[in-house]
T-cell receptor, first 113, second 115 residues
Framework: AQSVTQLGSHVSVSEGALVLLRCNYS??????LFWYVQYPNQGLQLLLK??????LVKGINGFEAEFKKSETSFHLTKPSAHMSDAAEYFC???????????FGSGTRLSIRP | GAGVSQSPRYKVAKRGQDVALRCDPI?????LFWYQQALGQGPEFLTY????????KSGLPSDRFFAERPEGSVSTLKIQRTQQEDSAVYLC?????????????FGSGTRLTVV
């Protein structure tokens, strides 16, 4: 069955430091992969997506993610954290039926001043 | 409209009460999805419509949950005889395409609290 695993339910970094949020997926079909961000009391906003082609994907707010098939990973990075990046981040994958997206359990990112 | 609109934003229901949650997707979007997000968890798929057809309802947790999209635009998620375990944020999303390949646009959700 399709699944998405996010390593670390909570990540804390200092302002200006590298952000690395980890995601691994399992898929029996070519994966379509996504990162979403959720601010308190809001819906989910798409940060970036991998469909086909270039494995390094750039998104909004300076985030990027790299699809590594050999590692079944799609980790999210940002070179320099900003206070406004504090939020919940969800990795997701298209399900095998292509009719739905399956989400990981989320990683809460905190930024220390 | 410009985005996916959900109403009400907050709903408090007494246990056993029926509730109806509304989703107004982006105009022209073919596909509509409902998700349930429990506190501290990722969204869990409930059901999917393509136009007015409900193509996948495998995530509905019980027969107390019912969704409809009669004219292929606005959708309603109905929960009968609410239970405390139904307390969650219910998210609606839509997409122009008929698949999930390119991601969704989400609404802000309805937070349901059953007391």
């Amino acid at each position: 069955a399709q699944s998405v695993t996010q390593l670390g339910s909570h990540v804390s970094v200092s302002e200006g430091a590298l952000v690395l949020l980890r995601c691994n997926y399992s898929s029996s079909v070519p994966p379509y992969l996504f990162w979403y961000v959720q601010y308190p009391n809001q819906g989910l906003q798409l940060l970036l997506k991998y469909t086909t082609g270039a494995t390094l994907v750039k998104g909004i707010n300076g985030f990027e993610a790299e699809f590594k098939k050999s590692e079944t990973s799609f980790h999210l990075t940002k070179p320099s954290a900003h206070m406004s990046d504090a939020a919940e981040y969800f990795c997701a994958s298209r399900g095998s039926s292509a009719s739905k997206i399956i989400f990981g359990s989320g990683t809460r990112l905190s930024i220390r001043p | 409209g410009a985005g996916v609109s959900q109403s009400p934003r907050y709903k408090v229901a007494k246990r056993g009460q029926d509730v109806a949650l509304r989703c107004d997707p982006i105009s022209g979007h073919v596909s509509l999805f409902w998700y349930q997000q429990a506190l501290g968890q990722g969204p869990e798929f409930l059901t999917y419509f393509q136009n007015e057809a409900q193509l996948d309802k495998s995530g509905l947790p019980s027969d107390r949950f019912f969704a409809e999209r009669p004219e292929g635009s606005v959708s309603t998620l109905k929960i009968q005889r609410t239970q405390q375990e139904d307390s969650a944020v219910y998210l609606c999303a839509s997409t122009r395409e008929g698949t999930s390949n390119y991601g969704y646009t989400f609404g802000s959700g309805t937070r349901l609290t059953v007391v």
